[in-house]
Structure formats: structure tokens, C-alpha cells
């Protein structure tokens, strides 16, 4: 309730009068039942209670009265049984404030205050700007400042100018909301007009009652004014002397034009006010400045030595101008007197670090000015840099100076290669004492790719995650997609303290734990980390357990059992990192190359999470963030680039990405860009399995045979889509008239189903019914499958390049074993042709050599795909798309469908749950 709301019980005997009949006044609530056309609406409840040992019949007026106004009728009662009671309400209209409500029962009357609440809306101007095309915003700013609802608000504006008089009104149209209490909202209200100095006002009413209407309004005076030149004198220096001791002065000015609109030609100024030089006050006229931008003009002034005051200023028109706030400046003129030298360092700029190489050096500009004073005779300028009491090489070297006989100075513009750090710059001319100057080159992230940049500051998912977690800084993205293209867990810099050894303490099985301690070397030298192994678990920072079993998950206390692994970290408000813990369960997996690079892909990755504060990369299929991408155990691409800037030790915990920036050079900014790196074939390969899952569909022209049995099948279209990592969901084989799809179960590999086209009708088929039809083998001839094993369990030797060009690269891949259970070897040759720009594969061919350990089957099984098309939806005909048990919503168990022992088997040898044909089958 928003008024006040009374209850109170009263004892018959404490009544000084008593009403007729031994009628009393037992108990009064009142409460606000909401607001009316009329008021602020409540509701009173009343009980008389009988306190007499007979009953009362009759008629009883009980009347009630709002603050001392006449009574009016409430209530009339007729009959109350002996020590009874009745209750009774009525309602009534009050305004916003305190009021005294007195109930009336015959000479009885009991009084009670009554608190109700109202609106209160506050008008206040809270900033005004201007903008190009002569217009000027102001925000004005409504709150709500009552305890009930602003409801049907209005704002009405008005205007008055003080050169003329006039005026104007201006309603705002936009939809103003209803205000809660201590609610406020902001509103823009643009007015055009010419410059100059006006009165504004605004009034907010609202259909609520309000508690006070004088704060309503506000008013306020702007100067509007559309160009705002400011005016600073950014150097004084001297620049010789004349034979009579008179000094030739230079002033450098600058003028900014901070305003909204574009300035055009003005003049500015100096008027100095020297008693013996006419020449001393002069202007010049300037060109347009736009909006934002600055200029600068230089005035030479002969001046006698000692102080000159002056007076420097903009202004459109020389004749006709107001002095404004800032476009005018006070300065003295300080004219040195002659030096005994005939010449002198007058001044060093301060050093300009131009640009950058990549060995973190920097080309430093310097100017030298020199002024003569009187002499035409040559002189040498030595410089000599030092770093560390260390000579820097190409830093020393003599420097001739000639004077020309006039008063202007000399100035030597040096460029000087410089390391990152202090430099000593020496100077040594003439008899002089040598000057040593100290020129620093800040260290900074040179040659980070742009691409990367833009990826390593990327905030797009943050609206999302952000929202969808009640998030803010500090909150942990339980959706685990991360913030932006690089995925991080905060929009600040999040990591370890630089320069802290982080402390490891490691449990599990030996052979996981010796990946664990390689893997985790290896990122501490990506990271720039110190890493130290303590024995007791409490000293730990970095607290872990691999190959770990999953039945005993209450140890490491990370519910995660579904996954391979987990990380979980802690963080202060800071950014640092202060604490993490991983799991990397056991993987059992018959085959020991799958297992070592299962372990040490989920120990990179886990390890990966606690070292640096990333979540996922899932749209990146090339990273070994994303679930999308196969299990790599190498990083590469945006990932080492996002990585390497995070070690940087610029980089702190805390920083913003705008903070982090200043200390980015691009590679395309340095003096030595680097040469575009050639990728390698395993990186190209990498690129193309990602660009096969983005299209997510893809489909080859292919042909085969069994060479060996002289069984062929002719070009056909093989399509497979909705792509996992490792292997297709979905596949589809047309060769003339006999056309197949295999559907494959999301969460259940063992599970699939065939299905046959039989005239015009589609039968859900055992495999073998297909592969009495065809030769075709989807399991030896998928280049899906075959690149994503290629690209995990491939060694550097396994590869060869056959050619390169711009446009082409054929690669040739030989796997030799290990052998399937129906083999007594396998070897497999591979020929691909991709573009090393798009990644595209255009061919592929495949060549299967088995040693069957079964007489009669075929040895050998060759393929060839071409002619690609990417990103095309795989489509299902409506009778499998109605019919499949996979592909509908419903319970779904491998009963469905045909078993298979794919779980169980190298991914390589897929096709051994198909049939493989013998020697005498037929076509």
C-alpha cells in the first residue's frame, strides 16, 4: 500500500462519552485502494461493537468527516446482538497529503491521520549540445521523486530569445513513459536556431496527483554559438639577434575550431604592445577550418630584449567581432639577451619515436636548432648513444654544420634507430660542455596482425551473454561461448599477476601426468609464465587431477563427467587469476595414438582455460577452443596470435582493450613488415576441414572401383552433411538410378539407419541390402573423415607437396597402418587438391590397399572425387523425412537401427561394419 494504513482497538470503558445504547467504536482500518478520476480512492473499515447485555435495535447514524469539513453519512445501524458486533466499510476520495478522517457514532467521534502518497515530478536540464546543421539538443531529465506512479506524461518546451524578443513553443511528440517511484527518464528536445544568446524552458505535467507542482519546470540560459575557436600559444622561441642586440622572436600558435560547425576564412592576430616597434601588432588571414580541426600559423616578431606583453586572438571578421571565452589569450614575450657564443643549441625537440621494427627497435626523430649569432664559420656536431654505459651501433657520428650569414637558425633533423628503453643521446660541438639528452623507447607489441587485433577486442556476443547471466563485470558465462571472437570471460584483461610463479600441484596416472607436465612446459613458454610444482595441494595455485575416473568425481570436485574434462577458475575484481583447478578424465580408447592425442588435446585445452581466462571459440573450427574442431593438440592461427598478446607483459590483469591498444604496432606499420608466412600443408589442411564444417553440406562427383576384383561404379554424386568434427551425420549416394541415404544418430554412433530407393517408393534397408546393389563404399571413399584422421594422427613425414602455385597445391599423403582386425595391413595413399587461399578441396583421390585375412575379398579399392559444391542444404524426401525414427522427434534406441562396433575401431577404418567384396560377387 502506497498511503498509510491504521488499525486500532478501543475498550468500551475508556470512552469519556458514551454513544446511545452502549454503542462503541471497536476498531477503524483504512487503506488506498488505488487512484481515481477523483482522487486518490480508500477504503475504511469500521466495527461497533454492542457492549451491553441486551440487544440493540433501532436506527444508529454513524457519520464520518475529512479533515473538519461536514459530516456525511457512512453507515446506519439497526441491530447488534447483545456484546456483538458489526463491520461495515465505506469509501472515500483524498488528495495527495495528510489528512484527519473522525469517524462519528452519536456523541462519539474518534479522529485518525491519514498519509497519502503522490506523484512528484521533477524537471531538471541537465545538458545541452549542439550539433551541425544549426541545431541545439537539450536533455532534459523527469523523475519521479513521489511515492505512487507517474502515469500520461507531457513536456512542453519554450524558447525566448534576448536579441529580439522572440519566442516560440515546442510539444515533445515522442512516447513518454510511465514513471515508478524514483524512476527517471531522459528526453531530447532540438530547437534550430542562429547563434546567439537565448532562454529556454520546459514544463512536464502528469494525469497523476502530485504531492508538489512548483518543481515541474526548469529554465535555463545557453549562448548558442556553432564554431568555438580556441586559441593556445604553443611555443616562444628565439631565433637570432641583429647587430643592434634586438632579438627576431618566434611565436607558434594553434587554433582549434572545438565547435560543430565548419569555420571559414578568419584571421588570426597579435597585438603587442611595444613602445618602440610599429611592426609588432599583425594578422593574417586564414583558410576554412573545419569542425574538430586544428591549424596553427607562426607570427616573427623583432622585439627588444626583456617582456612584451601580448594579446592573440581568432575572429571572423577584424573589424566586427565578440571576444569570446577562449578565443583569445594573454601572453608575455620573453626576448633573451645575446649569447656570448657566436653560435648555440637553442633547442631539441622533444624526440618523435616515428615508427617501428620488429626486433622492438624504434626510429626516433630529433631536431637540433642552432642559431648564429654573427659567424659564417663551419662547425661538427658529434652525437654519440648509449644504453647501459653500451655504444649503440649506427648511433655515432659527426655532423657538420655551415651557417649562412643571416639571422635564421640552423636545424639538423636526425633520425636515430634506437633499441627499446633509455637511450643517452650526447651531444658535443665546439669548446662547448657536452649536452646529454635522455630519449626513451616505450616497449610495445609490434607486428600483431589486424585480424587478430580486431578478434582479441571483439565484444559481440556480450549483449547476449551478459543479459542472459544478469551479468556484469565479474560475471562467469555459464553458457561457456565467452565474450567476442576471442571468447573471453571478461570484457577487461584477465590472467595471471605478471611476474608470479604460478604454483602446480598434479595427481593422476603417470602416463597422463607426464603429457600434462609436457603440454603445460610448452604453454608456459606461449604464456610468458613461471611455472613451480609443489607437493602439498594447499600451497597449489594451480591444483589438478588427469587421468582421473570418472567414479570417483568427489575428489577433484568438478561436476563434469559428460565432458572429456573441465577447468573451473577464480578471479579477483581485478582481472588477476588467483586460483584454478582442472580433471582430465581417463579416455579409453583401445588404439594408442587415439588416446595420447585425446589426452593431450583435452589437457591443452583445459589448461588453456585456467592459464588464460578464454571460455569457447566455437564458430572457430580451426581453434582448440571450439568443440566444432577436431581434438588438435597444437595451436594455430587467430589462436597463437590472441595468445601471444596476452603474454605480453604490457598486457596486466584489469587493463581495458583500449588501454591494451597503446601498446600495438601492426604489422603492416613497421619499417621490416614481415613476408607473408607460407602456410605449411598440415595448416592448409587444418583451414580446409574448417571450411568443410562451416558449409556444413558438402558434395563430390565421384567414381571407384576394385581393381584387383575389376568392379567399377561410374560418376556419381556423393553428398554428406550436418557435420561433426570427425564424420558426417548424414550421407547420400546417386549413381543413375540407384540412389541412398545413411542417416546417422546425433548422440548415438552405434545407431543408423539406410535407406533404398526402390522404384518410386524409400525402404529403410539393412547395409547389406545396399551393398548388394553397389561397389560403392561410402566409409573408404568419405574425404570428411579421411581429413579429419589425416589431420590428427598424420605425421610431418606422411606428407608430401607434389606442386604449389598461387591458386593450387597438390598435396600427396601415405599412411601405412596400423591394421584393421580384417587386415593383415593397410596402406593408404592420398592425393588432394586444395587452394591454399579459400581452402577449398577441388579433388581428391583415395587408394585402399588391404592384405584381407578372408581369401576371396577384393585387396584394393581406389576413388576419385571432383567438381564440389559447398553449402547446399541436404535435403530429405518427404517419405524418409516423415518415416525416420533418427530424423523425427521420438524415443530413439539402437534397436531402430542397424548395430555396429564404429566405437570400437580406429576412425580410419570406418567401412569395416560394411561389407567388403569378394571375389565372387557380382554386379
Known amino acids: 500500500m502506497i498511503s498509510a494504513i491504521f488499525a486500532f482497538a478501543f475498550n468500551a470503558t475508556a470512552s ?455 551479468g556484469g563485470a565479474g560475471t562467469h558465462l555459464t553458457d561457456d561461448l565467452g565474450i567476442g571472437c576471442a571468447g573471453w570471460d571478461e570484457t577487461h584483461i584477465k590472467k595471471w599477476p605478471v611476474g608470479k610463479t604460478v604454483d602446480v600441484w598434479v595427481s593422476g596416472e603417470q602416463y597422463y601426468v607426464d603429457i600434462f607436465e609436457d603440454v603445460l612446459q610448452h604453454l608456459a613458454l606461449l604464456l610468458n609464465l613461471d611455472i613451480a610444482y609443489v607437493g602439498d595441494r594447499s600451497e597449489a595455485d594451480l591444483v589438478a587431477y588427469t587421468g582421473w575416473s570418472k567414479e570417483d568425481a568427489e575428489t577433484p570436485g568438478l561436476g563434469c563427467v559428460e565432458f572429456a574434462g573441465c577447468a573451473q577458475n577464480r578471479s579477483d575484481a581485478e582481472g588477476n587469476i588467483t586460483g584454478s583447478k582442472i580433471v582430465i578424465w581417463t579416455i579409453e580408447l583401445t588404439d594408442e595414438a587415439r588416446q595420447t592425442s585425446g589426452i593431450r588435446a583435452s589437457t591443452l585445452h583445459e589448461l588453456l582455460h585456467s592459464l588464460t581466462g578464454v571460455n569457447h571459440r566455437h564458430h572457430d573450427r580451426t581453434s582448440v577452443m571450439s568443440y566444432e574442431s577436431l581434438d588438435y593438440t597444437t595451436i594455430d592461427g587467430i589462436d597463437l596470435g590472441l595468445y601471444e598478446i596476452l603474454a605480453s607483459p604490457l598486457v596486466e590483469p584489469g587493463m581495458s582493450f583500449d588501454e591494451v591498444a597503446g601498446f600495438i604496432v601492426f604489422a603492416d606499420e613497421l619499417n621490416d613488415p614481415p613476408e607473408s608466412k607460407e602456410l605449411t600443408a598440415k ?28 568392379y567399377h561404379f561410374g560418376w556419381g554424386r556423393y553428398e554428406f552433411g550436418n557435420l561433426k568434427p570427425s564424420f558426417p551425420l548424414w550421407q547420400r549416394f546417386e549413381h543413375g538410378s540407384f540412389h541412398y541415404y545413411l542417416v546417422g544418430h546425433p548422440t548415438d554412433r552405434d545407431a543408423h539407419e539406410y535407406w533404398l530407393k526402390r522404384g518410386q517408393n524409400w525402404q529403410k534397408v539393412e547395409s547389406n541390402k545396399v551393398f548388394d546393389i553397389t561397389y560403392f563404399r561410402s566409409g573408404f571413399t568419405n574425404p570428411f573423415a579421411m581429413l579429419s584422421n589425416v589431420n590428427i594422427y598424420a605425421e610431418d613425414s606422411n606428407y608430401k607437396v607434389i606442386s604449389r602455385s598461387e591458386t593450387r597445391l597438390i598435396l600427396e599423403i601415405v599412411i601405412d597402418g596400423p591394421n584393421p582386425s580384417w587386415s593383415r595391413k593397410l596402406d593408404l595413399r592420398i592425393r588432394i587438391q586444395v587452394h591454399p587461399e579459400t581452402f577449398e578441396i577441388s579433388n581428391y583421390q583415395m587408394t585402399w590397399n588391404f592384405s584381407p585375412r578372408q581369401r576371396d575379398s577384393c585387396d584394393n579399392y581406389t576413388v576419385e572425387g571432383r567438381n564440389p559444391i559447398f553449402g547446399r542444404d541436404f535435403t530429405f524426401p518427404d517419405e524418409i523425412q516423415q518415416e525416420s525414427r533418427i530424423l523425427q522427434p521420438q524415443p530413439f534406441t539402437s534397436d531402430d537401427a542397424e548395430d555396429s562396433t564404429a566405437s570400437q575401431i580406429n576412425p580410419l577404418y570406418l567401412e569395416e561394419i560394411f561389407a567388403r567384396p569378394t571375389t565372387s560377387l557380382l554386379p
Not at 580446409?688 to 576384383?709: E, F, I, L, N, R
Open 16 to 470: 469519556a462519552q458514551s454513544p446511545p445504547a452502549g454503542l462503541v467504536i471497536e476498531e477503524i482500518t483504512i487503506t488506498d485502494i488505488g487512484e481515481t478520476e477523483g482522487g486518490i480512492a480508500h477504503k475504511a473499515r469500521v466495527t461497533i461493537r454492542n457492549s451491553n447485555d441486551s440487544d440493540f435495535s433501532g436506527l444508529q447514524r454513524v457519520d464520518y468527516a475529512i479533515d473538519g469539513d461536514e459530516p456525511q453519512l457512512a453507515f446506519i445501524v439497526t441491530h447488534i446482538d447483545a456484546g456483538g458486533s458489526i463491520t461495515f466499510t465505506f469509501n472515500f476520495n483524498l488528495t495527495p497529503g495528510e489528512h484527519t478522517i473522525d469517524i462519528i457514532l452519536g456523541d462519539s467521534e474518534v479522529a485518525r491521520t491519514v498519509s497519502v502518497a503522490g506523484a512528484d515530478i521533477a524537471v531538471r536540464i541537465i545538458e545541452h549540445r549542439f550539433k551541425r546543421g544549426r541545431t541545439v539538443e537539450l536533455v532534459v531529465a523527469i523523475t519521479n521523486i513521489g511515492k505512487r506512479h507517474a502515469r500520461n506524461l507531457s513536456l512542453k518546451g519554450a524558447w525566448k530569445a534576448n536579441a529580439d524578443a522572440s519566442s516560440g513553443e515546442i510539444d515533445y511528440d515522442g512516447v513518454l513513459v510511465n514513471l515508478a517511484s524514483f524512476q527517471r527518464t531522459t528526453v531530447v528536445m532540438p530547437f534550430q536556431f542562429n547563434a546567439g544568446t537565448y532562454q529556454f524552458s520546459f514544463d512536464a505535467t502528469t494525469s497523476s496527483l502530485e504531492n508538489d507542482y512548483d518543481n515541474n519546470s526548469a529554465n535555463v540560459a545557453v549562448d548558442v554559438d556553432y564554431v568555438d575557436l580556441r586559441v593556445q600559444v604553443v611555443s616562444v622561441e628565439s631565433l637570432g639577434w641583429d647587430a643592434d642586440g634586438n632579438g627576431l622572436m618566434s611565436l607558434n600558435v594553434e587554433i582549434e575550431n572545438s565547435g560543430v560547425e565548419d569555420m571559414n576564412s578568419f584571421y588570426i592576430g597579435i597585438d603587442c604592445r611595444s613602445e618602440w616597434s610599429a611592426d609588432c601588432s599583425s594578422s593574417v588571414q586564414l583558410a576554412r577550418l573545419p569542425a574538430g580541426a586544428k591549424t596553427s600559423s607562426e607570427f616573427r616578431l623583432w622585439l627588444q630584449v626583456g617582456d612584451t606583453p601580448s594579446t592573440i586572438f581568432a575572429v571572423e571578421n577584424e573589424d566586427t567581432f565578440r571576444w569570446g571565452r577562449s578565443n583569445v589569450v594573454e601572453t608575455t614575450i620573453t626576448t633573451p639577451p645575446v649569447p656570448e657564443q657566436v653560435w648555440t643549441l637553442a633547442r631539441t625537440s622533444e624526440p618523435d619515436v616515428a615508427s617501428y621494427w620488429s626486433d622492438g627497435s624504434a626510429n626516433v626523430d630529433l631536431d637540433l636548432t642552432f642559431l648564429n649569432n654573427g659567424t659564417d664559420e663551419p662547425s661538427t656536431v658529434t652525437i654519440r648513444c648509449t644504453q647501459k654505459e653500451t655504444a649503440i651501433d649506427g648511433c655515432t657520428g659527426d655532423f657538420d654544420l655551415n651557417f649562412v650569414e643571416n639571422v635564421y637558425p640552423t636545424v639538423i633533423h636526425q633520425s636515430l634507430r634506437l633499441p627499446h628503453g633509455e637511450t643517452a643521446l650526447q651531444l658535443q660541438y665546439g669548446a662547448s660542455e657536452p649536452t646529454t639528452l635522455l630519449v626513451t623507447v616505450p616497449e610495445r607489441i609490434v607486428g600483431v596482425d589486424r585480424d587478430v587485433w580486431a578478434c582479441f577486442t571483439d565484444t559481440s556476443f556480450l549483449d547476449e551473454t551478459t543479459a542472459r547471466n544478469g
Open 683 to 710: 595448416q592448409i589442411l587444418r583451414r580446409a576441414h574448417a571450411t568443410w564444417m562451416d558449409a556444413d553440406t558438402v558434395s563430390y562427383q565421384v567414381k571407384g572401383s576394385w581393381p584387383d576384383c575389376n
